[in-house]
């Protein structure tokens, strides 16, 4: 098993359950206020026929963009199967679909995650690993980050021999402002365990590149 420092308990790891962060959070009203000043920032005039509903359409949006943070990734991994007949190999699920924004420019980031792991005692429904990459990656991000995030949740609440997990995606901060470069993906990976050494690692890392 893997031996990592362990996730912050559930209550913690979501910061949308934390009191003091909910008594922070402006309300719909106010979100909506600043959407207004954000168009009038850009040129626009936000009473116009145009744009009166926009304000409301983008926080609505918000709500969708950042689910994450409504949701707990360790209580996503939380049922889980001991019953899998002695299997002990390699459990691999690849392009996930990624959706997750840049915390520094807020702009889009998408992509795909692969996930691997080496059962230990138990296995974990394989839509779950779709599901804990939609609750982090729903949040701001660096990709960076949000890939370390996947592989210890993944590693903490399993405790498997080996993860790995790799992000390959494409930022729109770098397509539609800056240098404006298009078709760039970036490429992350994370490897724990087993994964992190030969021949493993060898082995793994040609299966995630397909």
């Given at each position: 098993m893997l031996d990592i420092d362990p996730l912050p308990s559930s209550s913690t790891a979501n910061a949308a359950q934390d009191p003091a962060s909910a008594a922070a959070r402006p309300s719909r009203a106010k979100a909506e206020a600043a959407v207004r000043t954000l168009i009038r920032w850009a040129g626009d005039e936000p009473t116009r026929e145009g744009l009166l509903a926009t304000p409301a359409r983008v926080v609505r949006a918000y709500e969708e963009w950042f689910a994450g943070y409504r949701q707990d990734p360790v209580r996503v991994l939380s049922r889980t199967f001991g019953e899998v007949g002695g299997y002990d190999d390699l459990v691999l699920l690849r392009d996930i679909p990624l959706q997750s924004t840049c915390e520094h420019h807020m702009a889009a980031i998408r992509g795909v995650v692969h996930i691997a792991y080496l059962p230990s005692r138990r296995v974990v429904g394989i839509s779950k690993l779709a599901r804990l990459v939609?609750?982090?990656?729903?949040?701001?991000?660096?990709?960076?980050?949000?890939?370390?995030?996947?592989?210890?949740?993944?590693?903490?609440?399993?405790?498997?021999?080996?993860?790995?997990?790799?992000?390959?995606?494409?930022?729109?901060?770098?397509?539609?402002r800056g240098v404006r470069l298009h078709g760039v993906p970036m490429l992350t990976r994370r490897l724990l365990g087993e994964f992190a050494q030969e021949p493993r690692r060898q082995e793994i890392l040609a299966m995630l590149a397909g």
């Open positions: 939609e609750a982090l990656g729903r949040r701001l991000q660096i990709q960076e980050r949000l890939t370390t995030e996947i592989a210890d949740t993944l590693a903490n609440v399993l405790q498997p021999r080996g993860v790995a997990v790799i992000v390959q995606a494409s930022h729109e901060c770098l397509s539609s």
